[in-house]
């Protein structure tokens, strides 16, 4: 394999399982944000934000894993058939199915662009009371479809480094 790709590869992988390490912290953060929203109830006046914040944070949770998923193989797949190929036919096969992934998050990429130039442009906030901007959150779903693309990429590449007899 030329150096160049295996750099790409060994790059992605490195970024990825960073910022999925990083994301994996931010479920400590939702039980924080939950955690509050239950004391405020409780003990004072309920927290306007809690809500919201927790949904943002468990968005951010989930796309930023999203790559680290597919790096460590923990995505659903039916394995009825699949577990018992050779790891060959099993390069063979993602190689080729990699690309409907890599559409599909093509297609959220562009709808997640779309969506965070309205909300730049409009200044778009969220309907409720405490009204905070939806850009923020907008532009984390756009780096992470980028950071999947890119280890779907990274995972094609070394699938093609398997099936030529090398590994990455």
Sequence with gaps: MPRALVAFVRLVDRLNYGIGR???YLLFVLMGVLLWSSVSK???NPSLWTLEMAQFVMVAYFILGGPYSLQMGSHVRMDLLYADWPLRKKSWWDAITIFAVILYLGVML???????LYSLQYNERSPTAWRPYLWPIK???CVGFVLMI???LAIFIRDIATLRGKTI
């Design 22 to 24: 990083f994301a994996m």
């Design 42 to 44: 409780v003990f004072f």
């Design 110 to 116: 562009w709808g997640a662009i779309d969506s965070t």
């Design 139 to 141: 532009i984390v779903m």
């Design 150 to 152: 890119l280890q779907c």
